[in-house]
Every structure is written in structure tokens, then in C-alpha cells.
């Protein structure tokens, strides 16, 4: 893929029992290219697209992530 992993979620709870957060879409050695709102799918995985491009962003189950939007929910 030609952009980084999103950084750090922002957890807007939950949207029909599904934990959303939203994140930045960011360029290696660019800008911001747009925000993200990524939503937990059935299968514990993260999917959502770019607000300004499009790009469609897909995460498989991870524990870290997870407690980040977690911590930031407390």
C-alpha cells in the first residue's frame, strides 16, 4: 500500500453494537491525506475508507489496536 498504517483511533463508541473509531489516513513524507472512520466488523476486523481519497482500509483482529480505542472510550 502506498500510505502508513492510521495512527492513533479516536473511539466514537458503538454504532449498532460495532465499536467505531476514526483515524487519519497519512502519506509517507506527505500531509494528511483525510480522515478514516474505521468500524469493527463481525469478524473483530477494522474496515473503513478515506475521507478524501477513497482508499479503503481493512485491519485483521488486533489486541493493541483494540485497547487503544478501548482506553480512549474509559
Do not use: Y
Not at 473483530?44 to 477513497?54: E, Y
Amino acid at each position: 500500500m502506498s500510505h502508513e498504517e492510521p495512527s492513533q483511533p479516536i473511539n466514537l463508541g458503538d454504532r449498532e453494537g460495532r465499536q467505531v473509531a476514526v483515524t487519519l489516513h497519512r502519506i509517507p513524507r506527505r500531509k494528511v491525506c483525510g480522515v478514516v472512520v474505521l468500524i469493527q466488523q463481525p469478524d473483530r476486523s477494522w474496515a473503513g475508507a478515506c475521507s478524501k481519497c477513497g482508499e479503503g482500509f481493512h485491519m485483521d483482529q488486533d489486541a493493541k489496536f483494540e485497547g487503544q480505542v478501548r482506553a480512549i472510550r474509559n
